[in-house]
């Protein structure tokens, strides 16, 4: 067990529609990280947060959002949702921020779009 | 920008046969690597990771791996595999405050 707890494991949806993908970290974990994983793209890393504020961001699109809040939970919100969006969505979470941080992943959010 | 090569995408060895997973990265600066394992249905486990020093590094499982700076690589080892280490295997890369890069990655088979 990680420590990162991640919710829903699965959702499924339909084409257009909003989904939120929450994640809770480690406890004592600053950072948050989200990734999403496909078979194609394999494992891209979409943003960072640090205590708050956005730190990094990768290869997010427009189309999707995140925040983290104040007892350091964050949410991932993927709208407009396309079925290239289909998915495996990992976060996760190291004390500090810093290349150096080892990652400790969620068993991730699988997102289908019919 | 840095990349992590993971050259090959599916290995199969006997239970009991020697490991290594291959890793080459580019990156300028010094990197700091890492190797994690994915299992059906959960989420990335780190094994072990490197950033400074002894260049052969010891990780959970019985698995190693060795930084070779003038090779650019990184490869994951292990003695004798044994049934359970079946998975996929990542190798990523980053550096100073830079996200994480990861390979394609490797998915290990094990028969018996």
């Known amino acids: 067990d990680s420590g990162v707890t991640q919710t829903p494991k699965h959702l499924i949806t339909a084409t257009g529609q909003r989904v939120t993908l929450r994640c809770s970290p480690r406890?004592?974990?600053?950072?948050v990280y989200w990734y999403q994983q496909s078979l194609d793209q394999g494992l891209q890393f979409l943003i960072q947060?640090?205590?708050?504020?956005?730190?990094a961001k990768g290869n997010i699109l427009e189309r999707f959002s995140a925040q983290q809040f104040p007892d350091l939970h964050s949410e991932l919100n993927l709208s407009s949702l396309e079925l290239g969006d289909s998915a495996l969505y990992f976060c996760a979470s190291s004390p500090s921020t810093g290349g150096m941080q080892p990652q400790h992943f969620g068993d991730g959010t699988r997102l289908s779009i019919l | 920008a840095q990349s992590v090569t993971q050259p090959d995408i599916h290995i199969t060895v006997s239970e009991g046969a020697s490991l290594e997973l291959r890793c080459n990265y580019s990156y300028g600066a010094t990197p700091y690597l890492f190797w994690y394992v994915q299992s059906p249905g959960q989420g990335l486990q780190l094994l072990l990771k490197?950033?400074?020093?002894?260049?052969l590094v010891q990780g959970i499982k019985g698995f190693e791996a060795e930084f070779k700076r003038s090779q650019s690589s990184f490869n994951l080892r292990k003695p004798s595999v044994h049934w359970s280490d079946a998975a996929e295997y990542f190798c990523?890369?980053?550096?100073?405050?830079?996200?994480?890069?990861f390979g394609k990655g490797t998915r290990l088979s094990v028969i018996a």
């Open positions: 947060y640090y205590n708050g504020e956005e730190r």
């Open positions: 990523a890369v980053a550096s100073g405050n830079t996200p994480l890069v």
């Open positions: 490197y950033f400074s020093g002894d260049t």
């Open positions: 406890s004592g974990d600053l950072s």
